[in-house]
């Protein structure tokens, strides 16, 4: 038996290397290379002549935690998916109950994250993906696509599921 069968080939190129290297590297960018004020202007296209205002202690602040959210989702998605297939080997069915609450969490806060986003783009850019810069495009476009391959996981799409779509017997 493989050793992760709950999360195969594709899920695990993704859910356990992929999207733990793309959630901190929005925080290495805040903390160690570009700084937060270059995050919190590249957060929305610039349009117009909108200049790059300096900003005080507390919205860097809130980026500096923003950060930290980033960093949180990247050190969940790999440690607790690596404690996961450790704890659990040779148990699939427990490998997918642990998996699935976490991707359900996930997927909840990848369709309020796109909505944020969205809403909060100016009119003129939210449907007009060529206008928007890599980071636009990570917090919709990536995260779209990592939403729609939790979805395809649940659904069992290049994948045998072993907990989500098996019916429980009742205990006599």
């Known amino acids: 038996m493989e050793e992760f069968p709950a999360l195969p080939g594709f899920y695990k190129t993704l859910f356990l290397h992929i999207e733990?290297?793309?959630t901190v590297l929005p925080a290495v960018m805040i903390w160690l290379t570009h700084g937060a004020s270059w995050f919190h202007h590249e957060l929305i296209p610039p349009f117009g002549s909108e200049a790059s205002a300096?900003?005080?202690a507390r919205t860097k602040m809130a980026i500096w935690q923003l950060g930290n959210c980033y960093f949180l989702l990247s050190l969940l998605s790999?440690?607790?998916f690596r404690a996961a297939r450790a704890a659990?080997?040779?148990n699939p069915a427990a490998q997918e109950q642990i998996l699935g609450a976490s991707f359900l969490a996930m997927a909840i806060a990848?369709?309020?994250h796109i909505a944020a986003?969205?809403?909060c783009l100016p009119g003129d850019l939210r449907l007009n993906p060529a206008s928007w810069n890599a980071t636009t495009h990570g917090n919709i476009t990536f995260v779209i696509f990592l939403c729609a391959a939790r979805v395809a996981?649940?659904?069992g799409v290049g994948r045998t599921r072993?907990?989500?779509g098996h019916r429980k017997l009742k205990s006599a």
Request: aromatic share 30%; charged share 10%; net charge negative.
């Open 54 to 56: 300096p900003f005080d």
């Open 88 to 90: 659990l080997k040779g």
């Open 20 to 22: 733990p290297f793309s």
């Open 110 to 112: 990848d369709v309020t």
């Open 162 to 164: 072993y907990y989500y």
């Open 153 to 155: 996981w649940f659904l």
């Open 78 to 80: 790999s440690l607790v």
């Open 117 to 119: 986003s969205m809403i």
